[in-house]
């Protein structure tokens, strides 16, 4: 559904000009998992998944999946969907 952002372990530089230019290009690099992730479509879900965990977003289709509230999004928190 997108693409996860796994910090990597910040190295050590002789110069802060060096330290820049990576936080630079580590922001960047954030910058586009996020931007990824906020335009990335969701496509509707028909079927029921095996297994749920908190955090979870899906878009049903309230026909063969409905968490609720018919079709729309929704938010997997405390064991339970939120329809956004």
């Given at each position: 559904?997108?693409?996860k ?12 000009e060096?330290?820049?230019i990576?936080l630079d290009?580590?922001f960047r690099?954030?910058?586009?998992v996020?931007?990824r992730?906020?335009?990335?479509p ?6 029921n ?11 049903a289709?309230g026909?063969?999946?409905d968490?609720?509230?018919g ?13 956004l």
């Amino acid at each position: 559904m997108g693409l996860k952002y796994i910090p990597p372990n910040v190295p050590k530089f002789d110069k802060l000009e060096d330290l820049i230019i990576w936080l630079d290009l580590e922001f960047r690099r954030l910058s586009n998992v996020i931007n990824r992730n906020i335009d990335q479509p969701y496509d509707p879900v028909g079927v029921n998944f095996d297994k749920f965990v908190d955090g979870m977003i899906i878009y049903a289709d309230g026909t063969n999946f409905d968490p609720g509230s018919g079709r729309g999004l929704y938010l997997r928190n405390n064991n339970a969907w939120e329809k956004l």
